[in-house]
């Protein structure tokens, strides 16, 4: 008889369990396996709050010796951590899963952090937001009227914003841009299906940077795009290696994702040539481009080559993916097969988020607000790498996005600190989630923007200490 | 030497239009030839604006008289409406295009309308949403802090409001839908390309309803999965013409699309018991079952099978499409498979939008709109009927929803009336455009949603005497 887990606040998703008083096993091995497969699945993810043994074991019609047991066998294995009072939280985050909002916000001092502090690269610094101008964007964005069409585009306020946040913030000279290149998209990912469906097309095949954003291999695969690697090194992909007889390669030249380099200017020229010799799309994901403490930003590839990039922005990272808006840009060629895409399907971007960008764009919010966020990310760089560095540990990449990459001399060293962090509370994101293949880069890919700053260097102290162990050779077996 | 044609007031997308003068054919024709192509490819669109033929002239630094002469060619063909003033705008709709946003409010009395009366299903009524309300939601929404990360399912407080609406509108019982098994969605088609690349899969095959929904038609093939048709009467989808062998069948049982039956119980138990024995999933398109005016809409497939039915539903017909939000509603491995596609590929709706509907459904203002929207749909309802009862046209389909189909005897007669109507600023929809193969049913699918009330009761003054003539043999030549 299947009985479902109920998830405490806000379940996501029900994955069903079956235990069976006639199976041989015992119900606390039946459940301790069915909640680890649940996580492997993604249907748990890092930062999920479980039910209480109590709550679980009224659910399942079990004894609440049942649950207890599988939730100790589970704690000794890293899966989850938790004590009295404020809950049991899963730790892991499996390959692939996205980084989950935190449960609870761990408290005050102390060594050991209470709930979950989450390292993990991707989520933004939400807490910096100025409210009260969020507030009075969403009040601007209520006088305006529903439409009754959703324009395939996109808002035309918003794509001009677009056009302006991308001169003044990705170096996009004049002649540059112009709101009619420019579509509204809902996201990095959602854009990358839309080029899937229409201007790529199931059965292509295309190159993705490996390590490189994993998300974006998902969405190829799952349109039924073959997806081939193209390695990387420190300064990002290299260009000789990209297999011929690609359709697309997907890269991230600002800040290669995972590892952090910048693609110097003698690589972009070598990857535009093979493009346009090879008739490639080149698909520049810009995910946080517009984030650099040291020099200005590189401009993006798509000023110069707009002919073969297409270019693909977002405020996920930069603001917050409450509104789900992002932006594409691209030869018209391109740009058209994704029209007449949404045009046939009646899909794209909704206005809702576009409108609320809008007005926060309009009267230098958004402006404000990277200004902060790049004072605010910078100084928190500096705490990990100095951390670090006091370990003796040197940190991947350039100064610039929000986070660093961790070298780490062994996938074994790798496994470790990521387990021996799960076990005090802290969720990081070890370099093999980042892999479609084998496992070439070991390390840790360190997030620095979403925890408090308190949160962050005292998680940081634990980290670089675990690293520099590893590091200097020393192991767990030294601590 | 290529020249883009500047879209007048909103270019959605300027075509590539190249006037060689070196070709030998004159510029005007090539013009033609190229606005009609334009046309053809979606890139023009039933009620778009053309620029000026001054502008044009312009832009493609030609004289004046060849911008006047290919329009006046386009003209005569019915392609375009327009008199001095008041601009000049593409009547059709190419197969698969969406409807547009009219470009300007036809104006007042006298026989011929000014400007283009669009009758297409699939727009809203959304002239009658209250503004209030509508300010009063975004206003309640604007005080909800950003979050750092998009819940996968969707926010928590939509789904559960989903759940109500359900209750209320669609007769989901007791013991019906929870919140653990609603996804929140971006809409109908942008759900069901979320099963295409999860649940189903690229080269599954799925039957859909033919004639039937051509955006969902066309999301599929997308996705690259294989469509077959799925034939259909006045009742709805025939089933045991259904072919074995899909993954799927995609029908609208509440108000089949465009055709307008309501499948019967015995139909209903058919298609289930064909799903169980042969493992399909039913996607049930529920696009505007809340909108019934003789009885009590009958309920929802999903809740009479919900081991099989995969439910999507839509705010775009019933409200707007400005919050860009939807409904899936399914058994539990269908739904964590989207979920699990959602996990790996960081897509999914914006909170944005579903959050404002939060706030609509909150205070009771989408269930007063519900009504009206009810009351309004059925009055003009009753007007558009009668009005071809008069001009002895009996229309198919129940009376629900928010458009009708006026039969024709052929694809001929279907095709002068669809141009007799361009030729008077009025845009028809033929059933031709919603077949993927041949033309079996003829006719035109009437949407009354969208337009004023005046240039509806005029408008459909002019249909009905145009199809009395062809239905009762009369002809063009009779007029």
Same mark, same amino acid.
């Given at each position: 008889m299947p009985h479902p887990v109920p998830a405490a606040s806000a379940p996501l998703l029900e994955p069903a369990i079956e235990l069976r008083r006639d199976e041989g096993r015992p119900l606390a091995v039946q459940l301790a396996d069915a909640l680890r497969r649940a996580a492997a699945l993604g249907q748990l993810r890092g930062g999920d709050r479980l039910p209480s043994t109590r709550a679980l074991a009224r659910h399942l019609a079990v004894s609440r010796t049942v649950t207890a047991a599988a939730y100790e066998q589970l704690h000794a294995e890293g899966w989850i951590v938790g004590r009295h009072g404020s809950g049991t939280y899963v730790t892991t985050t499996p390959p692939?899963?996205?980084?989950?909002?935190? #449960?609870?916000? @761990?408290?005050?001092?102390?060594? &050991? @952090?209470?709930?979950?502090?989450?390292? /993990?690269?991707?989520?933004?610094?939400?807490?910096?937001? %100025?409210?009260?101008?969020?507030?009075?964007?969403?009040? &601007? *964005?209520? %006088?305006? %009227?529903?439409? #009754?069409?959703?324009?395939?585009?996109?808002?035309?306020?918003?794509?001009? &914003? !677009? /056009? #302006?946040?991308?001169?003044?913030?990705?170096?996009?000279?004049?002649?540059?841009?112009?709101?009619?290149?420019?579509?509204?998209?809902?996201?990095?990912? &959602?854009?990358?299906?839309?080029? *899937?469906?229409? *201007?790529?097309?199931?059965g292509a095949t295309v190159a993705v940077e490996e390590p490189g954003y994993q998300r974006a291999v998902q969405t190829l695969l799952a349109a039924g795009v073959t997806v081939v690697p193209a390695p990387v090194d420190h300064a990002g992909i290299v260009v000789r290696d990209v297999p011929a007889g690609v359709r697309a390669v997907y890269c991230s030249p600002a800040h290669q994702y995972p590892l952090g380099g910048r693609l110097p200017a003698e690589r972009r020229v070598a990857l535009v040539e093979r493009a346009r010799a090879e008739g490639w799309l080149i698909v520049e994901d810009d995910y946080d481009g517009e984030l650099r403490y040291d020099v200005a930003p590189l401009p993006v590839? *798509?000023?110069?080559?707009?002919? !073969?990039? !297409?270019?693909?922005?977002?405020?996920?990272?930069?603001?917050? @993916?409450?509104?789900? !808006?992002?932006w594409l840009l691209g030869p018209e060629r391109v740009v058209s097969r994704v029209l007449e895409h949404r045009e046939r399907t009646s899909t794209g971007p909704a206005p809702a988020g576009q409108r609320v960008l809008v007005e926060y764009a309009r009267n230098g919010d958004l402006g404000r607000h990277l200004r902060r966020l790049r004072r605010e990310l910078s100084q928190r760089r500096g705490l990990v790498v100095s951390r670090l560095a006091e370990s003796g540990v040197e940190v991947f990449g350039d100064e610039a996005g929000a986070h660093v990459v961790l070298p780490l001399p062994s996938a074994a060293a790798e496994q470790r600190v990521v387990a021996r962090a799960a076990a005090h509370g802290i969720v990081l994101d070890g370099l093999r989630r980042h892999h479609h293949g084998p496992h070439r880069w070991t390390g840790i890919a360190l997030g620095y923007a979403s925890c408090s700053r308190g949160d962050l260097e005292r998680s940081t102290a634990l980290?670089?200490?675990?690293?520099? #162990?590893? /590091?200097?050779?020393?192991?767990?077996?030294?601590r």
């Open positions: 692939g899963a996205p980084a989950a909002q935190p #449960e609870s916000a @761990p408290g005050g001092g102390g060594g &050991a @952090p209470a709930g979950t502090i989450r390292l /993990v690269p991707g989520s933004p610094w939400v807490s910096g937001i %100025d409210r009260a101008a969020w507030r009075r964007a969403w009040r &601007a *964005a209520a %006088d305006r %009227d529903p439409d #009754e069409f959703r324009s395939p585009a996109g808002v035309e306020q918003y794509r001009e &914003a !677009v /056009v #302006e946040h991308l001169l003044r913030h990705r170096g996009m000279a004049a002649g540059g841009p112009h709101p009619g290149t420019v579509l509204a998209t809902g996201g990095t990912t &959602a854009a990358l299906a839309e080029l *899937a469906a229409s *201007a790529l097309g199931p590839l *798509a000023s110069m080559a707009p002919d !073969v990039v !297409v270019h693909l922005g977002t405020t996920s990272k930069i603001l917050t @993916p409450t509104l789900g !808006v992002g980290v670089a200490r675990w690293c520099g #162990e590893e /590091v200097s050779g020393g192991g767990p077996a030294s």
